[in-house]
């Protein structure tokens, strides 16, 4: 069964610094999809960004990018010149592309951007 | 808005009292997805539809669980016999098949057991 595992329950940062999430998650699946989703208070969760496993090349979105490691099975997100509206729960998630299309969360990260 | 919308918000119920949330979503989306979240905790996977099948169902949902989209369009969630520990967020997402991974989830429905 999938795993996927998030060690940092919660993080604090300085607006406009840099910020990195850390997640590891275990598979059997050669291909796979795997996410980073946010959700702020009190509103519903939105993806920040997708990373296909076959995809050597790392995906960015705006001031969001991934560090992914596939070896290692590590897939951390880096939030650069972070915003007050960046303060959210960030959950990772992975997706097997052969076996079922149901996403598993890991148990989030709470990340405070502080003014 | 043509998002994913959930009904209702909140529910507060009596110990085993029967309770169904409904969802509906967006209208091109042919996956739809329920997972639950308790607090400080990433949503659990419950079960998914792809049209009017169910195509999986997680062992998390008891017997007490069913869920149903009868026209492949809304769908509903309905728990019997309420337990205190049923308590948490209902979120219900849907996702068009072939456009891999992107759930679009709506603000949930949360359920309060006393």
């Known amino acids: 069964a999938q795993t996927v595992t998030q060690s940092q329950p919660e993080m604090s940062v300085q607006e406009a610094e840099t910020v990195t999430l850390s997640c590891t998650y275990d598979?059997?699946?050669?291909?796979?999809?795997l996410f980073w989703y946010k959700q702020p208070p009190s509103r519903q969760m939105i993806l920040v960004i997708r990373?296909?496993?076959?995809?050597?090349q790392n995906a960015t979105e705006n001031r969001f990018s991934v560090n992914f490691q596939k070896a290692a099975k590590s897939f951390s997100l880096k939030i650069s010149d972070s915003q007050l509206g960046d303060t959210a729960m960030y959950f990772c998630?992975?997706?097997?592309?052969?076996?079922?299309?149901?996403?598993?969360f890991g148990k989030g990260t709470r990340l405070h951007i502080l003014p | 808005d043509t998002g994913v919308s959930q009904d209702p918000r909140h529910k507060i119920t009596k110990r085993g009292q029967n309770v169904t949330f409904r969802c509906d979503p967006i209208?091109?989306?042919?996956?739809l997805y329920w997972y639950r979240q308790t607090l400080g905790q990433g949503p659990e996977f419950l079960t998914y539809?792809?049209?009017?099948?169910?195509?999986?169902k997680s062992r998390l949902l008891s017997d007490r669980f069913s869920a149903e989209r009868p026209k492949g369009s809304f769908s509903t969630l309905e728990i019997q016999r309420t337990e205190q520990g049923d308590s948490a967020m209902y979120l219900c997402?849907?996702?068009?098949?072939?456009?891999?991974?992107?759930?679009?989830f709506g603000e949930g429905s949360r359920l309060t057991v006393l």
């Open positions: 997402a849907s996702s068009l098949a072939g456009v891999t991974g992107e759930l679009f």
């Open positions: 598979t059997s699946e050669s291909n796979y999809y």
């Open positions: 990373q296909e496993a076959y995809k050597q």
């Open positions: 998630a992975f997706m097997g592309v052969n076996r079922d299309d149901k996403i598993i």
């Open positions: 209208s091109e989306h042919n996956r």
């Open positions: 539809f792809q049209n009017e099948a169910q195509l999986e």
